[in-house]
């Protein structure tokens, strides 16, 4: 069974569909996303994205766009901590805590339920 065939969209209608969304005018991104014919809304997030960073970036292929080009696809990279500063490194322990903080909290309220 084949899948639905994948669209191109211009420029025009990337930036004009970002637009109506950020403003309200047609609704929530799930809402949106079906008055403008979008096969998910991950299209328009995606979208909002790079209008945020930079309007023109929606100029370009999406699926050809790479870390250089600012914008990251894809699983993060794992962090080797030896290769960091030291206030990186703090910087990288500190996000891991506050992590561990929440999912503790989270476990201890989810049995308390």
Do not use: C
């Amino acid at each position: 069974m084949a899948g639905k065939p994948n669209n191109q969209y211009s420029p025009e209608f990337k930036k004009e569909a970002v637009e109506k969304y950020l403003s309200g005018e047609i609704g929530g991104v799930t809402i949106a996303s079906r008055k403008l014919g979008l096969h998910s809304k991950s299209q328009l997030l995606n979208w909002t994205k790079l209008y945020k960073q930079d309007p023109e970036l929606l100029k370009q292929d999406g699926r050809k766009l790479g870390k250089k080009d600012g914008v990251q696809k894809g699983r993060p990279k794992k962090v080797n901590i030896d290769e960091l500063s030291k206030d990186e490194q703090i910087e990288h322990l500190k996000m891991e805590n506050a992590v561990l903080k929440k999912a503790r909290a989270l476990r201890k309220s989810y049995r308390e339920h």
